[in-house]
């Protein structure tokens, strides 16, 4: 499964779920995408199906292994990943080194188990005030869920998750 990252920056007033379909449909991706979010109907650790949570590695745009498999994010090591394996845009662009997004930091609206953080996920991705607080994590540190706070109106990392696997009929 593909975790992608939103082509610009978001403050927390965003339809991520949407912009993740609309940007992969754009790069010619056929998979459904949902946003790396806990929302006011879900949390994050349910986004992807089920039947794909243990048996399915996350990986980047490019193939490069970021998780052994989606229930991996949620096993109490706020998401530590290998930051030497970049997390790439829908367009190609590596976030952590590219200066479209100057904040290295993924909005997640969660607990490190992938619980909503209803405090704390910008009144459901709904606004962008200054007085709102979101969760969310600083790439820098290698962890998807760290449990650092921010002001809603920051504009930080939207990431994409490919929530269910669908065979390649070309393959």
Partial sequence: LHLVAL???FSGDVRADFQCFQ??????????????LSSHLQDLATVVRKTDRYHLPIVNLKGEVLFSNWESIFNGNSGQFNIHVPIYSFDGRNVMTDPSWPQKVIWHGSTASGTRLVSNYCEAWHTAD???M???????????LDQKVYSCNNQLIVLCIENSFVPDPQA
Avoid at 134 to 142: D, E, F, K, N, Y
């Fill in 7 to 9: 082509n610009l920056p």
């Fill in 23 to 36: 940007q992969a449909q754009l790069a010619g991706l056929t998979a459904t995408y949902r946003a790396f």
């Fill in 130 to 132: 200054t007085g709102a």
């Fill in 134 to 144: 979101g969760q969310a994590s600083p790439l820098t540190m290698g962890k998807l």
